[in-house]
């Protein structure tokens, strides 16, 4: 894998432990259904969706929803940092181990051809794979930490998969939220 694909940014905000505490609260979570190569199932987690224009992935829809102040003053903390622009946020909170989210690239339509994703993540590490698309055995893993952000520059959806898979080792709770820029089509 090139590196320069991905930043790793540790200790990004002061207040991380205050900040999972408000979205714990705040965030409208939801456990929703997914298509996978036509049957239905539940995903592996509770997710809710932020931001300016309704967001649609395997085979479901999510309807434009306002920022909450804790997550729009987030946006504008990762925008800062990665010279990038936002609108809207897909929030993921992982009870425990057996949560997950199966091998995929972020290649949407609405995400545009070369798509900036910053993954935060806050509160229980995890573990995040990755693979290239052409080698769908060969892996690397990266550690994500609380109150780590994850860049994934312009071409690593193009050349690469990610997940987070499930583990048998005792996790609490974390919240990923991976903002991300739609185009309207």
């Known amino acids: 894998m090139n590196k320069s694909d991905l930043k790793l940014i540790d200790d990004f905000l002061p207040e991380s432990k205050a900040v999972f505490e408000t979205l714990l609260k705040e965030v409208a979570w939801e456990e929703r259904e997914i298509k996978i190569f036509g049957k239905t199932y539940n995903q592996p987690r509770l997710i809710a969706w932020q931001g300016d224009l309704s967001y649609k992935y395997s ?6 929803s306002p920022f909450s102040k804790t997550v729009r003053l987030l946006k504008n903390a990762v925008e800062m940092e990665t010279g990038a622009t936002y609108n809207g946020v897909l929030l993921n909170l992982y009870r425990n181990g057996n949560d997950s ?9 609405e995400l545009g051809v070369d798509p900036i994703v910053a ?5 229980e590490d995890r573990v995040f794979k990755i693979r290239p698309n052409s080698e769908k055995g060969n892996s690397t893993s990266l550690i994500l930490h609380n109150n780590s952000l994850l860049v994934m520059k312009a071409s690593f959806q193009n050349l690469y998969e990610h997940s987070i898979p499930k583990t048998r080792k005792p996790k609490g709770i974390r919240i990923n939220l991976t903002f991300r820029k739609l185009f309207e089509h």
């Not at 993954?119 to 509160?123: A, E, N, P, R």
């Open 101 to 109: 989210m199966g091998w995929h690239s972020d290649n949407e339509k």
């Open 59 to 64: 085979g479901g829809t999510w309807p434009a």
């Open 119 to 123: 993954s935060l993540s806050l509160g």
